[in-house]
């Protein structure tokens, strides 16, 4: 298999979860993890005599997102029904939008490799979930769990713009970190409030027409849209190169076996029988709705990353690490505010010791133990030189422990720095009388010996002596 004769052609259909507090047409609620069927109401099942109402706040939320990737905002827009038959499915169509969605078409800007690339966005409409079948505890049978059904979804479908499943994972995050800024979705894939539909196809190198796509199904992390995709290319090419075609067809991916595998072969938009949702008004979207909403815009990730290398002096990493979510990079300018340090360390803390406790303990920052007072507490602390970087460690696990400032663990433990320079003098004076061999070895010109002094002082003095202080020290001593 040739890889270099074929160009890869990717386009994403992403389903978000809009995170309203009832469904799009009734007033169940969405909350996860009830018991099953318990939050599916006779709207959400399609009794008779029932009649769905849309909910303002899933039309907002499509709005604020179409704002956010610069896109067309429709005046007018149509829900209809789209007609299939699946056991989770209770009334037998889903409510969706087709002719006319919400919001139209815009982009979105991803980085891979240190270029920046355009993906056009199609469009995003609005539709209502489908339940859960559920098979794990059931022997020959399966059990449907409708709590799903209804909930609110926008459904936001790229062009085949993405040439590597690098870039379609690349696109995904930036998307997932774009509904979390904005506030519409809590982005927890596990949960399936953010999942994946991936359309690939391969074609020569040089062909202007697409190949015969394959569309990989709910594919719910970042991980396994990569996987999926790099196995159905591979897959399709090895196909081809052998004599075969490819056709249009739904997969699954199995994380399991690392392949993909047929589910049924793919409908088109006539499959379903598209036809407008009789219960239903058409939504009219006024410019003072949009004036409002507009005005409501949280800065965006790209604007805000620019701001931090602007205002705070941070390099590339730390902005992109910092505003990868917005309540860290909230976090962080309360941490800048409240400890009144340079910007640099305040990142540097957030970025390395407190990402890494969150990363190990599997925690939010909104759940940090160590909130953001707390840690400008210690950050203060280092910045007065009343403790060194060294003991700052110490004391951070301590308030990761426990419910204290860095005041109460350093009088506590006794670890205020040491910076009196006639008592970090006493010491040098004592340790290069017991090793005058080595104190021959750094005049006579190794530099490297250096080191084994701060190590022989800082260890006598507990290591609560003031770095800098015992290297201003030791070098005058030492010069002789």
Not at 302 to 320: M, S
Not at 463 to 469: L, S
Request: include cysteine.
């Amino acid at each position: 298999m040739a890889m270099e004769n074929w160009e890869v052609v990717i386009g994403l259909e992403i389903h978000t979860q809009l995170a309203t507090k009832s469904k799009i047409f009734s007033g169940a609620a969405t909350a996860y993890g009830a018991a099953p069927n318990s939050q599916a109401c006779a709207v959400d099942l399609g009794f008779p005599g029932v009649l769905p109402v849309l909910n303002q706040e899933a039309v907002r939320m499509a709005v604020i997102f179409g704002m956010a990737i610069e896109a067309h905002i429709a005046p007018y827009s149509v829900f209809a029904r789209k007609n299939y038959f699946y056991p989770d499915l209770p009334k037998g169509y889903q409510i969706s939008q087709m002719d006319l969605p919400i919001v139209g078409i815009g982009h979105l800007d991803i980085d891979v490799d240190g270029e920046t690339k355009r993906i056009g966005i199609t469009r995003a409409h609005l539709e209502e979930d489908a339940g859960k079948s559920l098979h794990e505890n059931f022997q020959g049978l399966s059990g449907i769990d409708l709590n799903r059904a209804g909930t609110p979804l926008l459904e936001i479908v790229s062009e085949p713009d993405m040439r590597s499943a690098k870039e379609a994972v690349a696109y995904m995050r930036k998307l997932h970190e774009l509904v979390r800024y904005l506030g519409i979705c809590d982005g927890n894939m596990q949960e399936g409030s953010f999942r994946c539909d991936a359309n690939v196809s391969v074609r020569p190198k040089g062909q202007a027409e697409f190949g015969t796509r394959a569309e990989i199904k709910n594919i719910n992390s970042f991980k396994f849209v990569e996987k999926a995709i790099n196995h159905e290319v591979e897959r399709q090419i090895e196909l081809i190169e052998s004599g075969g075609r490819v056709v249009q067809e739904t997969r699954l991916y199995d994380s399991v076996k690392d392949e993909t595998r047929s589910m049924r072969s793919k409908e088109e938009a006539n499959d379903y029988r598209y036809f407008p949702d009789p219960d239903l008004l058409p939504v009219i979207i006024s410019e003072e709705f949009k004036a409002q909403i507009k005005a409501q815009l949280p800065e965006l990730p790209v604007a805000k990353k620019q701001r931090f290398k602007e205002v705070y002096g941070l390099d590339e990493d730390n902005a992109t690490q910092l505003t990868s979510s917005r309540p860290l990079a909230d976090y962080f300018e309360a941490t800048v505010a409240a400890s009144g340090c340079d910007a640099k360390l305040c990142a540097n803390w957030i970025t390395g010791d407190l990402s890494a406790a969150l990363n190990k303990a599997g925690l939010e920052i909104s759940d940090s133990p160590v909130n953001y007072p707390r840690l400008a507490g210690l950050l203060a602390r280092i910045s007065d030189e009343t403790i060194s970087g060294k003991i700052a460690k110490q004391v951070f696990e301590e308030m990761w422990q426990h419910p204290v400032s860095a005041d109460d663990v350093i009088n506590a433990k006794g670890l205020r720095q040491i910076s009196d320079s006639g008592a970090i003098e006493s010491i040098i004076d004592g340790i290069m009388a017991a090793n005058m061999d080595q104190v021959e070895q750094y005049r006579s010109g190794k530099d490297k010996v250096f080191g084994f002094f701060v190590g022989q002082v800082m260890r006598e003095m507990q290591g609560k002596a003031n770095p800098a202080e015992v290297n201003k020290r030791l070098m005058a001593k030492l010069k002789g």
